[in-house]
């Protein structure tokens, strides 16, 4: 008999629910972060673009630790998946309103192209964190425009992020693409947004037809374009 | 959406429900800057009840995990169930995590929205403008509904589906509970079945379920609550309702499995583990209807919903193991804490229950004695399954009047329900009096039947006063026959369509009628007559 502590104990309870106190955290560093910049202008804040930097790279943190600990209990069967009907206008103004800091201090101009009575099945929570990574990542990636466009297409609900950057990069393409025909591994290289949302997309299934993500370069701009298609 | 303007959440009076002066702190300074003055804050459930009690409220925003007392979920009940927040108020549950608890109606009383924690600021405005949307819509379908005119809520539905197709699913979602609610089944089922011509929604599925067990059709109820399950696990709701559809099956041994299941999903809920223990014990597994007996007085102790049931249960269960003394205990406790006739006529017979079980005669007798002196003094007698089983008893330990009695009573009541008439036949049978039952059943029949006609005949003749009048007697006689309480309902409108408004027969109409809500009734009648009532009252007032 010793008193020594395992130092290697079930680790994956550790990560989660320090995954899930950091989340908390991180989520007060960004509120804050939030009221600096709007009750400031680039005049009055000394550091405005590197604060609205900052704010974009806390938000990224945090969409992370979101997807982990949501692909955690996916993974643990403990995630109560509810596919209901939405309204797609009321889901995209609460994901717009989410990240409208971002876009302001960046000075990215948001559009968008639906029709307001449109309802749709899905589940809201993980379907606001998959559109909330793709604008973000296009954030990233834009000049200055990002468009969001919303219809159905052969009983699909698509969901398309455009933007009017370079388009993605080759290698970022090409994971989409595996992840498009299922290839379900995830290596060190997949980024971990992309893979939360071709999982997300796979788990709304309509009689038989399951949904999924594609990565694309083209549309409005001849930028990249996140898909997302829903069943 | 019909209306686009910004709603002036600065003008709302707020209550923040919520353990840690932290997060009610945070949530405070989020509503200031909206604007908001009118802000109270409670620290647990019984401070929020006292504060929902003083003031109305336009907006509650309240934890789901408070530590000890009541949930976050007891809280809202008792709000809605005793009438402390209004239709109009919104109610946006604050939750560290989503749970199989929210999702899919789980539980009756349905918050507007969850918040999920940390809650910011946009997320917050975003779900009060959403519930505040979603509210102009249904205000006045739910207050119909709580008003019960099921009818006048179905054509508010109809009405809306054409100028909000934004909400169109939900309101024909609406629409369907109301029209079972309105004894048109197969309305409804249309309903279900064009919803789920394109897609597997869950409440469709579990409405058509309801439908199938209301109509006794188990085996597809329960084929198709398996399908449910297969689908979304976390639909506690077809859960329960397939537990049922094994139970009507005679499939206990399942259905106990099922509660199981379910109870890991969502265990903090009072009846389903009193459903538990009830089954459980029937299959003799006393240490798991033990088990979900305690766990479900233990959850009920601050729910508005409580009941009485598992109390009685687990008496039984503790005269099995452990003698009379906690049984006793647990009996006193019920007594004290449901102050009822009926309940006090329930703990009288599971005393004479556990003694005959243990097969102590002379204190079996004795209880039943009691029981039998109870009975003719009580104002309300218990339902009539329990009193088949009181009279059972008495019969058992050899008394021979009280419980014709009480049989005379039962079969007043129910004079058409042929089932139960053949329930009551089995228990003359048992107390072997098969012949003098028979005779004495029918003579009941007949009884109820001559009065019952009397007063169709009075009404007929237009003599209403005096219809009115025979029906109140035969109300006092029978308070629990559904045919009377829905004809004097019929009557006293016909008095005041011919004779004008009056506010005290109304009263009567309407108590009447919501007696025989309690009972098993004729759907289709009782909406047609709530809504002349309610037709009477607005037009009056």
Redesign the interface.
């Given at each position: 008999m010793t008193n020594e502590l395992n130092p290697q104990p079930d680790l994956m309870i550790f990560l989660a629910s320090s995954v899930h106190d950091m989340?908390?955290s991180v989520?007060?560093l960004s509120?804050h972060l939030e009221n600096l910049l709007a009750e400031n202008t680039a005049d009055t804040l000394p550091g405005y673009a590197q604060t609205a930097k900052m704010l974009y790279e806390v938000k990224r943190v945090n969409c992370n630790l979101v997807q982990l600990l949501t692909l955690y209990k996916v993974g643990e069967?403990h995630?109560?998946?509810?596919?209901?009907?939405h309204?797609v206008?009321?889901l995209v103004?609460?994901v717009l309103?989410?990240n409208?800091s971002v876009f302001e201090s960046l000075k990215i101009e948001v559009t968008t192209d639906y029709q307001?009575?449109?309802?749709w099945?899905f589940d809201e929570?993980l379907i606001n964190g998959v559109i909330s990574h793709a604008l973000n990542n296009a954030s990233n990636y834009t000049e200055d425009k990002i468009k969001l466009i919303i219809r159905t297409v052969d009983k699909f609900l698509e969901i398309r992020v455009e933007d009017n950057g370079r388009g993605y990069p080759k290698a970022m393409l090409e994971q989409g693409a595996l992840l498009a025909r299922g290839v379900s591994f995830a290596t060190g290289s997949t980024g971990l947004g992309l893979y939360f949302s071709a999982v997300v997309a796979g788990m709304h299934k309509?009689?038989g037809r399951s949904g999924g993500i594609t990565l694309e370069n083209g549309g409005t701009w001849n930028g990249g374009c996140f898909v997302l298609r829903l069943p | 959406m019909t209306t686009n303007a910004p709603v002036a959440w600065a003008e709302k009076s707020y209550l923040i429900v919520d353990d840690f002066q932290n997060m009610r702190e945070m949530i405070k300074q989020m509503l200031r800057a909206l604007g908001a003055k009118k802000i109270e804050q409670a620290a647990n459930g019984a401070e929020a009840i006292k504060l929902l009690k003083a003031h109305r409220f336009d907006v509650v925003l309240c934890d789901f995990n408070m530590g000890a007392g009541r949930s976050g979920q007891q809280v809202l009940e008792e709000a809605r169930v005793t009438d402390l927040i209004g239709p109009a108020s919104i109610w946006l549950m604050v939750t560290a995590e989503k749970s199989a608890e929210f999702v899919m109606g789980a539980a009756e009383q349905q918050p507007d929205e969850y918040l999920l924690k940390p809650v910011t600021e946009t997320v917050l405005v975003s779900r009060l403008n959403r519930a505040w949307g979603r509210k102009q819509i249904f205000r006045d379908i739910d207050l119909a509904y709580t008003a019960k005119d099921y009818l006048k809520a179905i054509r508010l539905c109809d009405e809306n589906i054409a100028k909000a197709p934004v909400h169109a699913t939900e309101l024909l979602r609406m629409k369907a509970r109301l029209l079972i609610k309105c004894g048109e089944s197969t309305q409804a089922s249309e309903i279900f079945e064009k919803i789920l011509a394109d897609r597997d929604v869950i409440w469709a599925m579990t409405g058509l379920a309801k439908i199938y067990l209301q109509d006794s059709e188990f085996e597809k109820a329960q084929k198709l609550l398996e399908n449910v399950i297969e689908g979304q696990a976390y639909c506690i709701e077809a859960y329960d309702l397939l537990a049922l559809a094994l139970q009507k099956q005679n499939q206990l041994v399942e259905a106990e499995k099922v509660l199981i299941d379910v109870a890991k999903l969502s265990p903090n809920s009072s009846v389903r583990q009193k459903n538990l223990g009830e089954i459980s014990l029937k299959l003799g597994n006393v240490e798991i209807a033990e088990k979900a007996f305690r766990k479900s007085i233990a959850t009920g102790e601050f729910s508005v919903t409580k009941n009485p049931d598992a109390f009685f249960g687990l008496a039984r269960i503790c005269a099995g193991k452990r003698g009379d003394k906690e049984s006793q205990l647990l009996l006193t406790n019920v007594q004290k804490m449901f102050d009822t006739d009926s309940v006090r006529l329930r703990a009288q017979i599971t005393e004479g229950l556990t003694y005959h079980d243990s097969g102590q005669w002379a204190k079996a007798r004795q209880s039943a004695d009691a029981l039998g002196r109870m009975l003719q003094t009580a104002k309300e007698k218990p339902d009539a399954h329990l009193c088949l089983e009181m009279a059972e008893l008495m019969f058992a330990t050899g008394n021979k009047e009280a419980p014709v009695d009480l049989l005379q009573d039962v079969v007043k009541n129910n004079n058409e329900n042929q089932a139960l008439l053949a329930d009551v036949q089995r228990v003359f049978d048992k107390g072997r009096m098969s012949e003098k039952g028979a005779e004495l059943v029918a003579a009941w029949c007949n009884e109820a039947k001559d009065t019952m006609n009397k007063g169709v005949l009075l009404w007929k003749e237009g003599k209403l006063d005096e219809a009115a009048d025979w029906l109140r007697n035969a109300r006092k006689e029978w308070p629990n026959n559904t045919r009377f309480l829905m004809n004097l309902t019929h009557v006293l409108i016909s008095c005041m369509q011919k004779t004008g408004y009056d506010p005290v027969l109304l009263d009567e109409a309407r108590t009447s009628l919501l007696q025989a809500e309690k009972l098993e009734h004729d759907r289709k009648r009782f909406a047609k007559l709530m809504e002349s009532l309610e037709a009477l009252r607005v037009a009056n007032t």
């Amino acid at each position: 008999m010793t008193n020594e502590l395992n130092p290697q104990p079930d680790l994956m309870i550790f990560l989660a629910s320090s995954v899930h106190d950091m989340k908390n955290s991180v989520s007060v560093l960004s509120s804050h972060l939030e009221n600096l910049l709007a009750e400031n202008t680039a005049d009055t804040l000394p550091g405005y673009a590197q604060t609205a930097k900052m704010l974009y790279e806390v938000k990224r943190v945090n969409c992370n630790l979101v997807q982990l600990l949501t692909l955690y209990k996916v993974g643990e069967q403990h995630y109560p998946f509810e596919s209901s009907e939405h309204s797609v206008d009321e889901l995209v103004k609460e994901v717009l309103m989410q990240n409208q800091s971002v876009f302001e201090s960046l000075k990215i101009e948001v559009t968008t192209d639906y029709q307001s009575d449109l309802t749709w099945y899905f589940d809201e929570d993980l379907i606001n964190g998959v559109i909330s990574h793709a604008l973000n990542n296009a954030s990233n990636y834009t000049e200055d425009k990002i468009k969001l466009i919303i219809r159905t297409v052969d009983k699909f609900l698509e969901i398309r992020v455009e933007d009017n950057g370079r388009g993605y990069p080759k290698a970022m393409l090409e994971q989409g693409a595996l992840l498009a025909r299922g290839v379900s591994f995830a290596t060190g290289s997949t980024g971990l947004g992309l893979y939360f949302s071709a999982v997300v997309a796979g788990m709304h299934k309509n009689r038989g037809r399951s949904g999924g993500i594609t990565l694309e370069n083209g549309g409005t701009w001849n930028g990249g374009c996140f898909v997302l298609r829903l069943p | 959406m019909t209306t686009n303007a910004p709603v002036a959440w600065a003008e709302k009076s707020y209550l923040i429900v919520d353990d840690f002066q932290n997060m009610r702190e945070m949530i405070k300074q989020m509503l200031r800057a909206l604007g908001a003055k009118k802000i109270e804050q409670a620290a647990n459930g019984a401070e929020a009840i006292k504060l929902l009690k003083a003031h109305r409220f336009d907006v509650v925003l309240c934890d789901f995990n408070m530590g000890a007392g009541r949930s976050g979920q007891q809280v809202l009940e008792e709000a809605r169930v005793t009438d402390l927040i209004g239709p109009a108020s919104i109610w946006l549950m604050v939750t560290a995590e989503k749970s199989a608890e929210f999702v899919m109606g789980a539980a009756e009383q349905q918050p507007d929205e969850y918040l999920l924690k940390p809650v910011t600021e946009t997320v917050l405005v975003s779900r009060l403008n959403r519930a505040w949307g979603r509210k102009q819509i249904f205000r006045d379908i739910d207050l119909a509904y709580t008003a019960k005119d099921y009818l006048k809520a179905i054509r508010l539905c109809d009405e809306n589906i054409a100028k909000a197709p934004v909400h169109a699913t939900e309101l024909l979602r609406m629409k369907a509970r109301l029209l079972i609610k309105c004894g048109e089944s197969t309305q409804a089922s249309e309903i279900f079945e064009k919803i789920l011509a394109d897609r597997d929604v869950i409440w469709a599925m579990t409405g058509l379920a309801k439908i199938y067990l209301q109509d006794s059709e188990f085996e597809k109820a329960q084929k198709l609550l398996e399908n449910v399950i297969e689908g979304q696990a976390y639909c506690i709701e077809a859960y329960d309702l397939l537990a049922l559809a094994l139970q009507k099956q005679n499939q206990l041994v399942e259905a106990e499995k099922v509660l199981i299941d379910v109870a890991k999903l969502s265990p903090n809920s009072s009846v389903r583990q009193k459903n538990l223990g009830e089954i459980s014990l029937k299959l003799g597994n006393v240490e798991i209807a033990e088990k979900a007996f305690r766990k479900s007085i233990a959850t009920g102790e601050f729910s508005v919903t409580k009941n009485p049931d598992a109390f009685f249960g687990l008496a039984r269960i503790c005269a099995g193991k452990r003698g009379d003394k906690e049984s006793q205990l647990l009996l006193t406790n019920v007594q004290k804490m449901f102050d009822t006739d009926s309940v006090r006529l329930r703990a009288q017979i599971t005393e004479g229950l556990t003694y005959h079980d243990s097969g102590q005669w002379a204190k079996a007798r004795q209880s039943a004695d009691a029981l039998g002196r109870m009975l003719q003094t009580a104002k309300e007698k218990p339902d009539a399954h329990l009193c088949l089983e009181m009279a059972e008893l008495m019969f058992a330990t050899g008394n021979k009047e009280a419980p014709v009695d009480l049989l005379q009573d039962v079969v007043k009541n129910n004079n058409e329900n042929q089932a139960l008439l053949a329930d009551v036949q089995r228990v003359f049978d048992k107390g072997r009096m098969s012949e003098k039952g028979a005779e004495l059943v029918a003579a009941w029949c007949n009884e109820a039947k001559d009065t019952m006609n009397k007063g169709v005949l009075l009404w007929k003749e237009g003599k209403l006063d005096e219809a009115a009048d025979w029906l109140r007697n035969a109300r006092k006689e029978w308070p629990n026959n559904t045919r009377f309480l829905m004809n004097l309902t019929h009557v006293l409108i016909s008095c005041m369509q011919k004779t004008g408004y009056d506010p005290v027969l109304l009263d009567e109409a309407r108590t009447s009628l919501l007696q025989a809500e309690k009972l098993e009734h004729d759907r289709k009648r009782f909406a047609k007559l709530m809504e002349s009532l309610e037709a009477l009252r607005v037009a009056n007032t």
